[in-house]
């Protein structure tokens, strides 16, 4: 039997990649089980410095499995639905930057994994799509009605939300949806040199600063300045910091220790 997640290191960096591509990897309950407990491993796990969630096969991620579109009561269909929210919290939660690696359809929930992430990488190839309203769901679905908006802006993603109409990816780097796109040769290697430039940084300053942009979304000026104060007052008493003052001190690059 062949698993649904397949883990792979590369140093501090942690790819996750779905593997039913035979589905277009569609995502059914144990395919959503295994990456929702990789990401919260990866999260405790001080030596990963950065993750990486990609597509096996010819495409990214095709949505949710229709297969576990089957007749449920309210309640069983309430608890789905917010399970398959799972790794999509996990993705906020964890103080590792987070990069999905984007090629061929990026449909339904694999588009909400794909703006759940801290970086998107798209190939030449990638299509990007909510398709919900097509099967009479609502266009929210998989964070979509949290992210899409805060990404690209309230217009376009009414647009892409009500009408399900299929964006590209020179267009989806030119609205914001994604923040680079590469050829689809070059795509692994684009990935890697990000991947291993976050993996560089101080892990402690990562978590931080990843913790303010996100609780940004949410809070006050007034609150988010509360928060810079007590990051930048841990930062400053760490051990990566006075390393990072003596390597620019001294010119050469830093090396920083998660202390």
């Known amino acids: ?36 407990e990789a990401l919260e491993a990866a999260g405790r796990d001080p030596t990963v410095r950065a993750v990486v969630i990609a597509g096996a096969g010819a495409s990214f991620c095709a949505g949710a ?28 939660r964890i103080g590792k930057p987070v990069i999905a690696r984007l090629h061929g359809n990026v449909f339904g929930g ?27 769901l609502a266009g929210c679905d998989m964070s979509a009605g949290y992210f899409l908006p805060r990404l690209i802006g309230l217009g ?8 399900a109409r299929v964006v590209d990816a020179p267009e989806a780097q030119a609205i914001g949806l994604v923040s680079q796109t590469v050829p689809d040769a070059e795509l ?7 991947a291993d430039k976050l993996a560089t940084l101080a892990p402690r300053t990562t978590a931080f600063t990843k913790a303010a942009i ?29 390393e990072g003052v003596a390597a620019f001190r001294e010119r050469r690059a830093p090396v920083f220790r998660g202390a």
Not at 156 to 163: G, K, P, Q, S, V
Not at 188 to 194: E, G, Y
Request: glycine share 4%; aromatic share 6%.
């Open 1 to 36: 039997m062949i698993d649904s997640l397949l883990t792979e290191r590369r140093g501090a960096v942690l790819r996750l990649a779905l593997n039913r591509p035979d589905k277009l990897n569609a995502i059914d309950l144990p395919l959503l089980d295994a990456l929702t």
């Open 65 to 92: 499995d229709i297969g576990q579109m089957i007749d449920r009561t309210a309640d069983d269909w309430e608890r789905t639905v917010d399970h398959y929210l799972d790794p999509i919290r996990v993705i906020a």
């Open 110 to 136: 694999g588009l909400g994994l794909a703006i759940a992430c801290d970086f998107r990488v798209a190939a030449e190839s990638a299509r990007l799509c909510a398709p919900f309203v097509k099967l009479a």
């Open 156 to 163: 376009r993603a009414i647009d892409m939300m009500m009408t």
């Open 188 to 194: 692994d290697a684009a990935v890697d040199a990000l």
């Open 214 to 242: 996100r609780r940004s979304l949410d809070r006050d000026m007034e609150g988010e300045f509360d928060y810079e104060i007590f990051a930048q007052v841990q930062c400053l008493q760490s051990a990566d910091h006075r």
